[in-house]
């Protein structure tokens, strides 16, 4: 076992475990602190796979932007867990079941069947961090105009939307 | 103009110069409509004498043709393709001529909802003029399912209290119907490149085993229209909820759609699958002779008594058809005109009688020929007509179809039935004489029934009928007795096109 | 356009006249009959009648001047397709004229005849409108006999043979509302309907053996198929002959399809005289005849129809001697009469086939019209006595029928206990022989005509049916030993059951006050019986068994070919004759010498079982309505009910293609076809379908993670496949 | 970015930047009059539809195969405008009655077209999945757009919250997809497979993208979301996501099937066929059930789903696959017409909080308004496919493809399938014709011209539908 | 040197889980944090597979739909208040008014 598989497992055990307790806790503030440790975790990941860049906007963005806009909503609402009542008894176990397939099914595939071949790069042979920012701008400028002028209307629509959702109508209210 | 002047594009579509007339009609004026949706129809009778003036019965070629591209793109070959010979001219002129005859049947039976009525009239006669007048599959298709939409609201609106559940029945019926033929339809458009079907009968060359299917599936869709024993089931219903005009065009015409198909599509497309399926028919046709006819004479109702008689008498139609000898088949579509004329014109009559009476049950009548002499006698015309009286058109019908199911018994061609059917068949002449009989008797012998004082209670005297509904007969019974004793004309019409139609089919 | 390859057509081209005469007399009477009085309405029926007579003797010279050779009269196409080739082509034979000359001669007869008796008769029944109503059935009649008599070709016969058969119906028909005795009833109408159905089933035989005979001969023309007679399968010929004996069976009334006939005197007694008696009846006769040539070319044939006639003979006779009825015992006794006929034409003597015809249908028209004038002395009769007490009791009008009623119930007293007929005793049976009596006296002249009657029918020498009588028993003795002893003993019971109707409607006591008050009729009704009667009694000159005399038998030859003309054979006529006289001996004996009482007994009544099984007519319309009739309704029923309507319609269609769509849709197509249903299905689906929704609605539930699963499930399910196919 | 860059998103930057200028526009008009905006948007479409339509038979790609201008594009976009038109000009009038009309509706809407025009032009991946996003967020926000009624926020919750959840699954099967073949871009793809033998890798990523457009479209079983959110959003929206979104899903699903994984046809041949007959089944079976007209409706949706999606069964069959998709192009134009004229009377119907759309309300409505109840006729014989309606034609279309491709059972399923359909639709019809009743009815003069518009196209076409195929063949001839 | 295939076997755990997550939890919050569970996994592998190709379009597309996400989530959390708003609770069971 080398370093980097060990890291590599380490990482992937607290990843996992983070998801889990997402998934688990009763409290939503746990469960947003457990997906944020989560996707920590995986920008280390994304270092590991020498995409820096992608590991800063995991950080910025996703930990630090969306799952505080999450926590802002949650205490906005309240934190605490849903009584618990199941109206729906044979959907949990559906639930696992299927999802329990699910995994089989990718595990299977990904294992036996069709097993993706090669191995990353190391971090060490990756281009450093300045260059790949560098190569990722010019591509994402050029190769990429199109999609990057998409997202940016998309976040206008994004904005719009959530402005006439929550906005208080002065005439409704009149 | 060339379009539209075309005899034949003018038989299908001149009604609707009625249905826009109608919409620009207000509501309030309910003679108005009648009038015109009458005039309309009786002037599309006129153009439909028109083509049978122009119409050459020598000739077995397709007549008048109107033929055009419609779709043809990306391998679809479809085309607005009209024509008439002489399997299809004589439907055409009983579509014509019943369609103002219902409308005048109905002239005071309908007071609401005039408007409605008499475009769904006038939308039912284009669709069966274009089903017996189109050539091309695909169109035909089109033709059959439309004249399903007018049909539906009749029944459904007009009709009696179970209309809804009849109007249903009888359109999903009809419809599951034509599912198959609509498969074999596309089939056939692939397989032969065309829709046009005097293309399709020039190509031939359908293997047999794949024939039959497709004999069996556009057997299918007519089967149930006829309707063939066992398929009958939706046709009662129908029949006793539709009003009295949608009885007699259902009757008159709408079965026709089936059996015209029969001859139509099933016999010349698929030669071989006909032949093998002759006998298997012929037996249908024949269970469907007796049986009608035993039901028939079970039934409380007037109505179900001539539904019933209508399987029965579809049932020699059928016998007809598949003896694929001249006579058999020219019997047949003669039968086809003379069951449109005498049931059509019994349902008329029974029409007539309940509109004054509301009931039709059998057990509250009798008697009534004291009250309505004519109308009695005109019953009793009709209903020998129906029953085959010698020197009225049912026999005439009857007589050649018997003779040719005989000959193709003797012929082999309905192999192990032999002249069984023919011979059984002819037992159906005894039991429609009991039907016909004690439908008659029931009615208009016997002592008074309580319907003369039921109606009494309800402050209407029962009358005998008056000249608008004796005009509205005359015609049929001139043709009762026309094609009774001088059906050379119409035989005329026929043979030839039925000639040539043997001739086509390999017989043994 | 005539066929005739001879000359002189002559008159031929009246030949549709026959036809159209008639016709155009009902038309008359139908559309512009409403504003004709009686008399009017029935000169212009009897003049149409006339002339087709006028016809039929212009036709009849024509032929005469062709010595009796066919003449044919093509009127028009009837029906061409295929190898099928009909025509409205007339026949002009000898043959046909004489049956020409009987039937618009006799039908003539009976229309003057019918202008006194229906004039009275719609005013008994209370419906004088009914009076055209009748002329027109019976215009109609002579012209669809005049298609049966002329028809070139078989088919055409057949609409003659079945447009009598619609007279028949619309006449026996004819008072549809009552029975036998004017009372309301359906029994009528049953009459009616029962004879045309009985009729049907014999032209269902007709019809079949026209199919084989087309398919053999190629064509249904008489001369076409007759010259192939030797070219065609005697197999192919006794199917065919066969079949034509189920037609002749069920039109002229022989076992096993007469029990039509009897019930056929429902219809006003001038029907009974002409078509049920003189003409129509005698179709199947005709029909033999007219065949002969395929009848002599198979022997087998020959005597299948020689016996059933032969039993019809005597079957017919023994029940006519057990009946109360005037007019039923004519009735068998027609249908009897009818089996010489048919026996002789079996045995291929059909000049005395034909020759019995034109007697019988001279002496039982006779016979019926008298017995009709009988019926209406006695309704007279009835009347006055009505009257009388009517007067006595001074009621008002209105109450006159209810009177009536009254008094029958009375009369219930004199009912006899044998009381097969259960109608006796409700009301006045004016047909009743028990009721009658002594009426020699009161109708003298219908007395004189009937004697007539009797004696030409019981076979008395010289009158005419013993001449043709004789000369069936005469051909029976030389080719059919069995038919032959079973005639003779029918002709005995012949002049047995005349006689006994004789002593106890003429002679004897008055039984019933009506009888007594009897009145003769006027003479449009007693001048046609006397010319009748005339013919009844020299009839027989037509056909003398003596050389030279023998001129229907050379009349005929023409068309029937060569026929052995026999002379009088002194044995088989004196046995004959011998056996009359006995038979009306013994009849004087039980029911003259004492003369029949009011509440007597029948003599024959002593007979026991035998008696009671004549008097029953064999129970053979239970017999029938055992083995055909009650199984026909009950299947029928059987067929309508469950098979069709409960297990096909309803429980096929409505629950196992309507249910299974119902069921996969979960709704129900029923429930909201059903007006009712629709309302119910509209308020909300109700709990009904809540509960049948068990899976897709429920499936459907709200809940955002369970659709979640469904996506889920698809994607599990679509990896699945691809992964582990 | 090069000229050809332009030429090929001409339309849409037209049709963005109108949104974009709209929204400031929308600010200064009085909240009481905001029809003009709806005229503005409709004027944007319009002009957007007159360029695209000027664009007919150009053939460009740009941003390095990032989209393309082709046929197909075209053909779909100016359906789609067409559709954002129709939209426009149903929710006019309904919004203002029903007391949410706001100038952003119309914006967002606009911003709803850019996407799915996007998504017919698009070539890549990366942009098929952002333009699936751009065309969903409106719709989310749109569903919900009437806030002060729960069924409304419920239905975008619902919406919402599947949506993220199935492009959860969209995405994941692009990095498959990415993982296979070292590339979002599907010529790239193609390229690719052509030279490498396909892994299975490849074809679990197609599935998963099927389930991402099969969601949008409503297809079984990713259809459950349809009923709930098509019944609770404002009717005017319902009826643009039903034609708008199922549109641009079946689009951007044939460009990336037929285009990148015709090597995997066989397999995905059959996932399409049990799907498709799923789908018709399930919808035509469900919708029997249904008493208020927005769920019928909402099953019939789903239904014709599965009818659209058997003209993709066949597409790995180079023969017959030209016209089966163009087959299927006609259905989908067919049923954007019938569609939007049904849901036309169904606004013209709809009364204020949630009033008017029981099927119980249409009865007597032929009495009443005969022109309305004649046009909703038409509108069911043809979404059953009878004559003589623009559906006929199109399921003839179709199932003559179908069987011409081989898959006669699948034709015979499609047929009975339409045979259960009829029920229901003919209730409609039973109910607006044969029962007695007092309906009311909105008259408005664009919801009248839409109305008779479309039924006019749904019956005039059926009888010219020749111009109709010819384009939707030519379309896509180019794509294969 | 570890494989890529852990990788993407680490992702497909974590992809199941954010799938569970969405199918057991009640809360809408927990819902939506699960659905963005799933697309990090997405994420996850396709930067892993990007790192084997050495390929930056891989990178790009993270991008992009962290992007998406963000949109998304304004979107969303929207929609959720709006519905606590109305409902006074986040459970989406309370959310099935709509059904059948």
Known sequence: MTLDLALFLLLALIAIASALGMLISRNTVYSALYLVLNFVTVAVFYLLLSAPFIAMVQITVYAGAIMVLFLFVIMLLGAEGLPKSEVLPWQKPLAIGLSVLLFAEAAYLLVTKSRPVGNVLPPAEAVNATENLQQLGIALFRDYLLPFEVVSILLLVAMVGAIVLTKKERKARQ | MEFILQPLTLVIFFPLVGVLALLFIPSENKNAMRWTALAVSVATFVISLWVLGRFDASNTDLQMVARYNWITVAGWNIQYFLGIDGLSILLVLLTTLLTPISILSTWTAVEERVKEYMIFFLLLEIGMNGVFLVQDLFLFYIFWEFTLVPMYFIIGIWGGPRRIYAALKFFLYTMAGSILMLLAILWLGIHGKTFSLPDLIAQGGIPANIQMWLFIAFAAAFAIKVPMWPLHSWLPDAHVEAPTAGSVILAGVLLKLGTYGFVRFNIPLFPEATLQAAPWIALLGTIGIIYGAAVSYAQPDIKKLVAYSSVSHLGFVMLGLFALNPEGIAGAILQMINHGISTGALFLLVGMVYEQTHTREFRVYGGLWKIMPVFGAIYLIVSLSSMGLPGLNGFVGEFTILLGAWGAGQNGIFYWGGVWFAGISAIGVIMAAIYILYMFQKMFMGPQGEVVEETKKHGRAIRDLNWREIVTVVPLLILIFWIGLYPAPFFNLIAPAVNHLVGTLPLP | MHLSESVNTGFLFLAPWLVFFPVIGLLINTLFGHKFSERMIGAVASLASGAAFVVSVLLYVTVSGAHGEAMRWQLAEWMHIGTLSLDWTFRVDSLSTTMMLVVSGVGTLIHIYAIGYMHEDVRFKNDVGRFRRFFVFLNLFIAAMMVLITGDSYLMLFVGWEGVGLCSFLLVGFWYELDLLARPSWSNSFAAVKAFVANRVGDFGFLIATFIMFWAFGSLQFDKVFQQVPTVAPGVIIAITLFFLLGVTGKSAQVPLYVWLPDAMAGPTPVSALIHAATMVTAGVYLVARSAPLYSSVPEAQNIVALVGAVTALFAATIAAGQFDIKKVLAYSTISQLGFMVAAVGMGAYVAGIFHLVTHAFFKALLFLSAGSVILGMERGHHHAAHANHDNHGKGKKGKRKEERHDARAERSHSDSEGADEAHGEVFDPGDMRNMGGLRKTMPVTFWVYMAGMVALSGIPPFSGFWSKDEILLDASMHNQAAYWLLTIAAFFTAFYMGRQIWMVFFGEARHEAAARAEESPKVITVPLIILAALAVLGGALNLPFEGFHNLGHWLEATLGEVESLPLNLQVAGISTLLALLAILISWLMYARKPFAKDQTDPLASLGLFFKGMNNKWWMDELYHLLFINPYIKISYFIAEVIDWRFWHDWFHEKVIMGTYNWISFTGLNEYADQKGIDAFANGLGTWTQSLAGTLRKVQNGFVRSYALSILLGVVLILGYLIFK | ?480 | MIPVDYYIILSAILFTIGVLGVLVRRNALIIFMSIELMLNAANLAIVAFGSVFESFSGQIFVFFVIAVAAAEVAVGLALIVEIFRSKRSIDVDQVSSLKG
């Not at chain 4, 926020?153 to 699954?169: R, V």
């Not at chain 4, 009033?355 to 004649?374: F, W």
């Not at chain 4, 006929?392 to 499609?414: E, S």
């Not at chain 4, 007695?436 to 010219?464: C, K, M, N, Q, Y």
Request: charged residues 10%.
């Open chain 4, 1 to 480: 970015m090069t000229q050809s860059d332009l030429t090929t998103i001409l339309p849409v930057t037209i049709l963005t930047v109108w949104a974009c200028v709209l929204l400031l526009v929308d600010l200064l008009i009085p909240k009481t009059r905001k029809g003009i905006t709806a005229l503005l948007s409709a004027l944007g479409l319009a002009v957007t539809l007159g360029y695209t339509l000027a664009q007919i038979g150009s053939e460009v790609t740009g941003f390095n195969g990032m989209v393309t201008l082709d046929g197909f594009s075209i053909f779909v976009n100016a359906l789609l405008l067409v559709s954002g038109l129709l939209g426009v000009a149903l929710a006019y009038g309904y919004i203002k009655r029903m007391g949410i009309e706001r100038g952003e509706y119309y914006t967002l809407l606009l911003f709803s077209v850019v996407g799915m025009m996007l998504m017919a032009q698009a070539t890549d991946l990366i942009v098929v999945f952002l333009a699936l996003e751009l065309l969903s967020i409106p719709l989310y926000v749109l569903a919900a757009f009437a806030r002060d009624k729960t069924d409304s926020e419920e239905a975008g919750l619902k919406y919402f919250l599947l949506g993220a959840f199935s492009s959860g699954f969209l995405v994941y099967g692009i990095a498959l997809i990415f993982g296979a073949t070292h590339t979002t871009n599907i010529f790239a793809i193609v390229e690719f497979v052509s030279t490498s033998t396909g892994s299975l890798l490849l074809t679990i990523g197609a599935a998963l993208l099927l389930i991402g457009f099969g969601f949008k479209v409503a297809v079984v079983p990713f259809h459950m979301w349809t009923p709930d959110v098509y019944q609770g959003a404002p009717t005017a929206v319902t009826a643009f996501m039903t034609s708008g979104a199922k549109i641009a899903g079946f689009a951007a699903l044939l460009r990336v099937f037929a285009t990148a994984f015709p090597s995997i046809a066989a397999d995905m041949t059959n996932v399409f066929w049990v799907i498709s007959a799923a789908t018709m089944i399930l919808g035509n079976v469900a919708a029997v059930a249904q008493t208020d007209i927005k769920r019928l409706l909402a099953y019939s949706s789903i239904a014709h789903a599965g009818y659209i999606l058997m003209a993709f069964v066949p597409y790995g069959n180079e023969t017959v696959v030209a016209t089966s998709v163009a087959a299927g192009l006609f259905y989908l134009v067919a049923y954007v017409f019938t569609n939007f004229g049904a849901w036309g009377v169904v606004i013209a119907l709809e009364k204020e909080a949630g009033k008017g759309l029981a099927l119980d309300d249409y009865a007597g409505l032929a009495k009443k308004h005969p022109a309305l109840a004649a046009a909703m006729t038409i509108f069911m014989l043809s979404l059953i496919g009878l004559p003589p309606t623009i559906g006929l034609i199109g399921k003839l279309y179709l199932f003559r493809a179908v069987i011409d491709a081989g898959f006669v059972w699948l034709a015979i399923i499609g047929v009975l399938t339409s045979v259960v359909s009829a029920f229901y639709y003919l209730r409609v019809v039973v109910i607006m014709y044969m029962k007695d009743g007092e309906p009311a009815a909105e008259r408005e003069t664009w919801l009248d011209t839409t109305t008779l518009v479309t039924a006019l196209v749904t019956v005039v076409v059926s009888f010219i539908p020749q111009f109709l195929f010819a384009w939707a063949s030519e379309a896509v001839l180019k794509l294969f």
